[in-house]
């Protein structure tokens, strides 16, 4: 499979816990995207990547949010001390310069 | 207002009939348009992607944008079963993120 894939597919926590994300992209894609969705309503952007560099975060992501990707290739997504707030659908896109952007099947998280 | 503002239906049509989707957005600095397919609890799939202001044809879908009044629509044809879903139009000014609608829930009965 050559997808966007990601991990976990689910995640259940108590508040007040921190979580982690993975997001592996398509291989030739050096734009790597992160989104939130909560039920229905579009996905949110949070933050985006070129290659390893952190190009742009949305108001959104607040101090609690981290997003890593450090060689460019897979990226994290930590969220620290989990709110209700919190409980979404984290997805991750991934684009090659031609701008298309390409979803994974998402991380659903629900903060208990 | 919302960047982007789209009917979140539901919409029921019968098998084989047109569909017609549509958004509005606010911001004229938009110029790539995209339509995505979001089953339940999957991540959006990606439909059409079109540059600027035209018409765009794939199998089925046609998607139109119309920048000058800031309307994009997707038209599906021969609607299936199958196509029953949750339909996204996306849209951003230079390829970074993308602004999307609340999505229009569509029902095709056989």
């Known amino acids: 499979d050559t997808g966007v894939s990601q991990n976990p597919r689910h995640k259940i926590t108590k508040r007040g816990q921190n979580v982690t994300f993975r997001c592996d992209p398509i291989?030739?894609?050096?734009?790597l995207y992160w989104y939130r969705q909560t039920l229905g309503q579009g996905p949110e952007f949070l933050t985006y990547?070129?290659?390893?560099?952190?190009?742009?975060k949305s108001r959104l992501l607040s101090d609690r949010f981290s997003a890593e990707r450090p060689k460019g290739s897979f990226s994290t997504l930590e969220i620290q001390r989990t709110e209700q707030g919190d409980s979404a659908m984290y997805l991750c896109?991934?684009?090659?310069?031609?701008?298309?952007?390409?979803f994974g099947p998402g991380t659903r998280l629900t903060v208990l | 207002q919302k960047e982007v503002e789209q009917d979140p239906g539901p919409l029921s049509v019968p098998e084989g009939a047109i569909v017609s989707l549509n958004c509005t957005y606010s911001?004229?600095?938009?110029?790539?348009f995209m339509w995505y397919r979001q089953y339940s609890r999957k991540g959006p799939e990606l439909l059409m992607y079109?540059?600027?202001?035209g018409n765009k044809e794939d199998g089925r879908f046609t998607a139109q944008v119309d920048k000058s009044s800031k309307y994009i629509s997707l038209f599906i044809r021969d609607s299936q079963p199958s196509d029953s879903a949750t339909y996204l139009c996306?849209?951003?000014?230079?390829?970074?993120?993308?602004?999307f609608g609340a999505g229009t829930r569509l029902t095709v009965k056989p």
């Open positions: 896109a991934s684009s090659p310069w031609t701008g298309e952007q390409f």
């Open positions: 291989s030739e894609h050096n734009r």
């Open positions: 990547f070129q290659n390893e560099a952190q190009l742009e």
């Open positions: 911001n004229s600095a938009f110029q790539y």
């Open positions: 079109t540059y600027s202001s």
């Open positions: 996306a849209m951003n000014r230079n390829n970074n993120d993308m602004r």
